[in-house]
């Protein structure tokens, strides 16, 4: 994301294990400071609405016809909603063909993003597919390589699921010094769909996979041709050495090639007609444009491999395929682009994930962190999914730091970024996931800091 | 729906009790006959795609660059999905503004509706609501009337939750003889969203519900200032008779003021900026562009609880107050819309939904009934929501009658139309839920039929 200021050559020749980056993050002990500083609003909530005092004038709309059905054939939002798109940071990158935009996460409720508001990201721009002509090969270490029509996907049993996709330099800025006063700009690279396709497992039957396949990879049909690869069972680095995560031999069980998103066909920023889906894992590997995927029995070490998505180490040296996008999680009310209005009864609301498994519990703090206070998790909370947060917050009018810490199903407790720090220095761009402060100031704004020594 | 043919005057002085008329399609047991007739399709389904036997050229879309991001800040469908549209039927209405559009259910997978899509119902069109202006108003039995603005609903607890909405009139043309031949036209009056609001409940205690109120009803800001009246526990009829349905006293209790659709706000037509959710109910009890709630001790008896929304019955008289939508399902591929394409493996795949709770199961027969067997249901299955059922199907080129039966949590069991019109005659309009046939032919055809004595 930020390919313009840093150069990242691999300089690795062995992986930094990421087990013990992450082992110092597992949960001790599942007990959550007492939460005095967060009373639990009263039931009623006095101040939110006003009694009545006298007859409410009638609406103009109710003396009026309006739109007729079918007007718009293909809904679009309110025009009063218009401030609620998708935005990029024009300094970002030199072009936006090979850029991103962030999700407005500050104006979205639930656990669904709209297709039209979904993330964006590009290494050669979004291409208009023909379906009709479009093909997927399945080659390499198979029996039997095999083409298909999207139509043939479509007839192979259909698998559908909840997932987010996050890409892994969501939040770089932050790592990297840029405090972007925004909740779209801070964790807007993730989004969350259901998306419906044919399974992994279902293809790799199809064609026969060689027991020698430890890897697959999937490759787009658009200008970036982008390759990634996904380790199978076994699957080694380029060195012939173990992977550093502990559950990569799982990733591929999940894996789709998805036609549909959120009901519908995918939508040309999101790969249409197919794309890989390859969930818990940054985004990238989810391959949109997807044309073939090849079984090999080692990684591809492509330009993307190396000039991307590793994570620059305090000791000069690189991680490569951490792939897994570990917990993480963010306030989204109140937040710098949604201000408070007055004191009083308030829900504080937020979104957690981990490409682990499910979300185990989120503790909520308003004070720095000094106290926290267990939030409730709306249902439903699905395995790699994003998961709804809530917690009553009766706001006093005066300064607040507000603060969300996840603990996932393995244990694994979202680190503060001094945490992150002390284990991966400050040289890099992907994965961070430390916890958000949001400064609540008495008259309402709130603004992005970062806690000395937090 | 079919206002423009038929005058429906209530005539009951005394409501047919429709748990009778449900009571007979209640499950006696949950057996399924053996399904010969539907081999279980072989893994690897061989019929679906083709050896690779020569090097695949490389697709254009490969040697150029594409549109950057926010492009489109707001994004829309591909342009080879352009035949994904609500649609309506011209000669259904005098007129669009008081008519509905139809779902393109054939061209959907998964659960959810993208909100561009959802079905449309109108009785005095579409109207854009500001929200800055916009208030609710809660009164009538209660200790203190209350006003909210949109920003004071959203600092309540928030509910969210997965759940469909049907308009009674769907299948209506169906029950008056019109064989639409178009599953967009016979079921498509059902969509599904996660709908995110306040609690009604939250809503009552803010404003102190008095034990008298045994109803409330909400009226929209719109041309059309729809008021349907909704039961709390202890609700009577006008005459002062118990309601039909057992389970009116438990409707309230799921009812939210929702304010956003899958992620984002409510789309205008859906009500923007607000509208009540009454889960599981037919969909005008849902009122968009709600602008009061008031409790009250009987039902409002308006014009649309006599011209509308009462079923005509055999003996002349007229069912009032039959809010709950009935298990029902449909088979979405092979369906007129989506024809067959050669012999071979397929996947027979549909939805069921029941306002009564969750579905159970699903059977499917591809031989006019004769034979059934059940389905796989898709996770998630939700109560109130639609669920998604699929079933490999190997089909031998011939003719085939393909249908789908659901039977709900509460045992009840899908009715063939016969069963339908044997309780409630053909004078009826609404919630027709009986069992869908499509005729397969052999050249791959798929249509609308009704087979004789089923």
């Not at 850029?99 to 979004?126: C, K, M, V």
């Not at 009864?345 to 308003?366: F, H, N, P, Q």
Request: proline letters at 6%; aromatic letters at 8%; one cysteine or more.
């Amino acid at each position: 994301m930020s390919e313009k200021n840093i150069t990242m050559p691999v300089s690795a020749d062995e992986q930094v294990n990421s087990n013990q980056t992450r082992r110092s993050f597992l949960r001790k002990s599942v007990a959550v400071a007492g939460g005095a500083v967060i009373a639990a609003a009263a039931a009623g909530r006095a101040s939110a609405g006003a009694q009545v005092t006298e007859p409410l004038a009638i609406p103009p709309t109710n003396k009026i016809l309006g739109r007729g059905v079918v007007s718009v054939p293909y809904g679009l939002p309110s025009k009063y909603e218009a401030h609620v798109v998708r935005r990029n940071v024009e300094w970002l990158t030199p072009d936006t063909i090979a850029s991103i935009s962030f999700t407005p996460l500050q104006d979205l409720e639930g656990i669904i993003t709209p297709n039209g508001l979904h993330f964006e990201r590009y290494h050669g721009g979004a291409v208009d597919i023909d379906p009709s002509t479009h093909r997927l090969v399945v080659h390499g270490l198979v029996d039997k390589p095999m083409i298909f029509t999207i139509e043939d996907l479509k007839r192979f049993p259909q698998k559908a699921a909840f997932w987010f996709l996050e890409c892994p330099a969501n939040g770089a800025m932050e790592w990297r010094g840029v405090q972007m006063d925004s909740l779209q700009f801070t964790h807007g690279m993730i989004s969350c769909s259901e998306w419906i396709g044919v399974s992994l497992l279902d293809l790799m039957k199809a064609v026969g996979v060689k027991k020698e396949a430890t890897w697959f990879y999937g490759e787009g049909a658009d200008g970036a041709a982008l390759q990634r690869s996904v380790p199978l069972p076994g699957a080694k680095d380029q060195f012939g050495k173990p992977l550093p995560e502990f559950d990569t031999n799982e990733i591929y069980k999940d894996v789709i090639v998805a036609y549909a998103q959120n009901g519908e066909a995918l939508r040309p920023e999101n790969g249409y007609p197919i794309r890989l889906i390859v969930p818990g894992c940054e985004a990238n590997l989810s391959v949109k444009y997807l044309r073939r995927i090849k079984f090999v029995d080692k990684p591809l070490v492509t330009y993307q491999e190396t000039r991307h998505y590793t994570d620059g180490m305090p000791d000069g040296r690189f991680r490569q395929y951490t792939l897994v996008n570990e917990a993480n999680s963010v306030v989204t009310f109140p937040c710098p682009d949604k201000k408070m209005s007055g004191k009083g009864s308030y829900e504080i609301r937020g979104l957690a994930w981990t490409g682990r498994g499910k979300v185990k519990a989120v503790d909520v703090s308003v004070d720095g962190g000094k106290t926290w206070k267990e939030a409730k998790l709306l249902d439903p909370v699905f395995s790699k999914c994003l998961t709804r947060f809530t917690l009553p917050w009766e706001w006093d009018g005066k300064e607040a730091l507000v603060m969300s810490r996840v603990t996932d199903e393995t244990g694994y407790v979202q680190p503060t970024l001094r945490q992150l720090r002390e284990q991966r220095g400050s040289n890099s761009i992907y994965h961070k996931n430390s916890i958000q402060t949001w400064k609540v100031l008495p008259n309402g704004e709130v603004h992005n800091v970062q806690i000395e020594n937090l």
